[in-house]
């Protein structure tokens, strides 16, 4: 039974078991997460092998780049556990710093608090869908630049179309979040600061937006691209959340950008500062273009 949570985005499924899952039931959950962009499993309690298992029926697994794991040690499962407040309490995508951000996760509540701790989903495609047409039009030619400063390796960096399109629905989303999105490569950055500020307030506008309480041993899976996501700060009891990830594809532009980037070469001052980022990631994607260049050399 499919029971939907709000207008625009989130499902809960029941009569299923996970661990004995046939591939026509994987099948039918794919079609399911497409459709809803996020969906939870009750009362499953998986073990880390079926959890693992479950996951891999998805795509490759991959651990977390940059945090360690606090109590399990296994190389395709990422721990968080926290007593006193969200770690992700910002909205976000997961891991847009990388040049291939994850394309799924599946969450598994091992422990969770009585009150607080919830999770918020906003569904980006209809975030995209409600702008005006020449604000969409605008931001298909754009990029942005994101990094890992939130883990403390701000020199991690990758630009990615700031509208992406879905490789299975086609549909267009919405690719900056609040968390690791720091500028749009073809402003300056005081254009793009107020271009960014704008989109990501309106992604978590409640119309796209499903709240979900958590119960111990509920299953959270939920579409990486045309999602963000925020962890309620609010509590403090233990919060021990297990989850694998399936390894990222490319995200695709809606067409070839149309501007070049935001290069500050003239009349240097002060406000510099604020284009030394993108600079060095321009500087390195130069570099490595060269090194490649010279690679191919017979």
Not at 133 to 152: T, Y
Not at 277 to 285: F, I, M, T, V, Y
């Amino acid at each position: 039974m499919i029971k939907r949570l709000a207008g625009t985005i989130g499902a809960e499924v029941s009569d299923i078991e996970l661990p004995s899952i046939s591939e026509e039931g994987i099948e039918d959950i794919k079609e399911l997460l497409a459709e809803h962009l996020v969906l939870f499993f009750l009362n499953q309690h998986l073990s880390v092998e079926q959890h693992v298992t479950f996951g891999r029926h998805f795509g490759k697994l991959e651990c977390h780049p940059n945090l360690k794991n606090p109590f399990l040690n296994h190389p395709e499962v990422f721990e968080l556990a926290a007593s006193h407040g969200g770690l992700a309490d910002e909205w976000h995508s997961d891991i847009t710093f990388d040049q291939h951000p994850s394309i799924m996760s599946i969450l598994n509540m091992i422990q969770c608090p009585e009150v607080g701790g919830d999770t918020m989903w906003a569904n980006t495609c209809a975030a995209f869908d409600a702008l005006s047409q020449p604000l969409q039009n605008l931001c298909e030619g754009l990029s942005a630049l994101h990094d890992a400063e939130p883990h403390g390796k701000p020199e991690i960096t990758a630009v990615h179309p700031v509208v992406r399109v879905h490789p299975v629905t086609g549909k267009k989303a919405l690719f900056v979040n609040e968390h690791f999105t720091r500028r749009i490569v073809e402003m300056s950055h005081s254009e793009s600061r107020m271009l960014l500020d704008y989109l990501t307030r309106w992604v978590t506008s409640p119309k796209f937006t499903v709240r979900y309480h958590w119960q111990e041993g509920t299953i959270a899976m939920w579409d990486n691209r045309c999602t963000q996501h925020f962890v309620l700060n609010d509590f403090n009891q233990q919060r021990i959340i297990q989850r694998v990830t399936i390894v990222g594809d490319t995200p695709e532009p809606v067409a070839p950008l149309q501007w070049p980037a935001y290069t500050r070469v003239e009349n240097v001052g002060a406000t510099s500062r604020f284009d030394k980022q993108l600079n060095d990631h321009l500087g390195r994607a130069i570099m490595s273009l060269d090194s490649n260049a010279r690679d191919d050399k017979p």
